[in-house]
């Protein structure tokens, strides 16, 4: 069973850091490309970052560029976002994805609230 649990969040100033993981299980994580998602309230979810099997980071968001970073770690199954001098309008729920021959998989989310 493929299963993604993101963890990392919480309330932060505006200029500050924090680093999101995503913990995967229930295939091969090293084989499948992954996705960092966030959603502010009341808004459409939206990618932020795509990292490929091979590590390479594809299709970060303009917005992010940077500021985030993207990363992963084969051997601990885990993917990262290290998202540095936070805006307000960074708040959001942030989920990591992938898809694999189950299908499409979402975290959980993790809330990141950055204030002014």
């Known amino acids: 069973q493929v299963q993604l649990v993101e963890s990392g969040g919480g309330l932060v100033q505006a200029g500050g850091s924090l680093r999101l993981s995503c913990l995967a299980s229930?295939?091969?994580?090293?084989?499948?490309?992954m996705s960092w998602f966030r959603q502010a309230s009341g808004q459409e979810r939206e990618l932020v970052a795509t990292l490929l099997s091979s590590g390479y980071i594809k299709n970060f968001d303009v917005s992010v560029k940077g500021r985030f970073t993207a990363s992963r770690d084969n051997a601990k199954n885990t993917m990262y976002l290290q998202m540095n001098s936070l805006k307000p309008e960074d708040t959001a729920v942030y989920y990591c994805?992938?898809?694999?021959?189950?299908?499409?998989?979402w975290g959980q989310g993790t809330q990141v609230t950055v204030s002014s």
């Open positions: 229930g295939f091969v994580f090293s084989d499948y490309d």
């Open positions: 994805t992938t898809l694999t021959p189950a299908g499409r998989t």
